[in-house]
C-alpha cells in the first residue's frame, strides 16, 4: 500500500492487488472487501486444482505407456536433475504433458457443472425458455458426445493435438468455463498442474490395477472420487 501511494509501483507490472488497493483509495472498497477478495484468489482454487491433480494422476497410473512418454517429455527439457526448478520456458516445452492434463480434465472436469442465466427466450425440444431462469450445463456431459470425441470414453491425449481441436467448436471443451465469465484462474491452474506433475512424474512411478472407468465419482460442486483415488506408488 505505502509503495503504491509512493509511485513505486509500476502500471504495467501492477498485481491484481494493486488495483484493489486502487479501488480502496477510491472509496470502491472497503478493507474486508478486499481481505475477501485475497482469500478467493488465494484459497478458492485449491479444491479445483488439487481434485484435477487426483484425477490426472489417475488417469496416467491406468494407462503406463501414456505416463511414460509424459516422463521421456520431462527429462528432455528438464534433464535428469531431479531438482531442477522449472522456468516459464520449460513450461511451455512441455507439450504433451498438457495434452494429458487437458484429456484428465475431458474425462474428470474438476467443475462437473457451469451456472448460467438467459438473457432471451429460445424456443428448445422440451419447452419454452421462457419459463426457464437459470440452467446448469453438465461439462462432463459434452466430454462424453461420440459425434465429438469417437473414443469418448478412453484416455487419449491426442484429443488435443493442434489438428484435432481444430476440427471442433471452442466451447467443446470448456474446464474453465468459457465467455465473459471464465474462471479468472486457468492460467494459474494450468501451470500449477504442469509444475506438480513435472514434480512428481520424475520422482515417482503411478500404477493402477483398476481400469480407468472403473472410478466412481460423486457430481458435487467439486468432481470427487467416491471412495478415493488409489494407486501403487514406486520410487523411481
Known sequence: MEALERGEVESNKRAFLDMLLELKENNSLEEEDIREEVDTFMFGGHD?????LGWAVWCLACNPEIQERAYQE????????????????????LVY?????????????????????LQS???????????????????????LLRKIYPQALEFDPDNFLPERIATRHAYDYIPFSAGPRNCIG???????????????LRRFRFESDEPIA??????????????GIKVMVYRR
Open 48 to 52: 479445483t486444482i488439487a481434485a484435477g
Open 74 to 93: 520431462i527429462i528432455q527439457v528438464l534433464g535428469n536433475d531431479i531438482d531442477r526448478e522449472l522456468n516459464r520456458e520449460d513450461i511451455g516445452k
Open 97 to 117: 504433458l498438457e495434452r494429458c492434463i487437458k484429456e484428465s480434465m475431458r474425462l474428470y472436469p474438476p467443475i462437473p457443472f457451469v451456472g448460467r442465466q
Open 121 to 143: 427466450d429460445f424456443q428448445c425440444d422440451i419447452a419454452m425458455s421462457q419459463f426457464i431462469i437459470d440452467i446448469l450445463v453438465s461439462l462432463r456431459y459434452f466430454s
Open 186 to 200: 486457468q492460467k494459474f491452474a494450468q501451470y500449477e498442474e504442469k509444475i506438480v506433475l513435472s514434480w512428481l
Open 214 to 227: 472403473s472410478q466412481k465419482f460423486a457430481a458435487e460442486t467439486i468432481l470427487r472420487p467416491v471412495n
